[in-house]
């Protein structure tokens, strides 16, 4: 069966820092692309950062030069450190890992809330 598991998140203060993680796992296909996605209240979800087996990355026009996202692809597992956090990124945080001929899969999401 495949998971995907977030950890981190939390509260934390304008200006501050968190780091998210993610594992894949439950299938021998290759997880090709891993992600970070996220949702506000009243919003739409959106694209903040993924990574690629090759290690291409594609961010958020919001979040350049603030976050960064790395991968451990022996472990499927993918981060993203977050620095000069901003009220406007609270959001519910999701991780997406897409295999190779399964297709995308979510996590369960994990809440970041960043107080003025």
């Known amino acids: 069966q495949v998971q995907v598991v977030e950890s981190g998140g939390g509260l934390v203060q304008s200006g501050g820092s968190l780091r998210l993680s993610c594992a894949a796992s439950?299938?021998?296909?290759?997880?090709?692309?891993m992600g970070w996605y996220r949702q506000a209240p009243g919003e739409k979800r959106e694209l903040v950062a993924t990574i690629t087996t090759g290690g291409s990355t594609v961010y958020a026009d919001s979040v350049k030069g603030r976050f960064t996202i790395s991968r451990d692809n022996g472990k499927n597992t993918v981060h993203l450190q977050m620095n000069s956090l901003k009220p406007e990124d609270t959001a519910v945080y999701y991780c997406?890992?897409?295999?190779?001929?399964?297709?995308?899969?979510w996590g369960q999401g994990t809440q970041v809330t960043v107080s003025s």
């Open positions: 439950g299938s021998d296909f290759e997880v090709y692309v």
């Open positions: 997406s890992a897409i295999f190779q001929r399964i297709g995308r899969y």
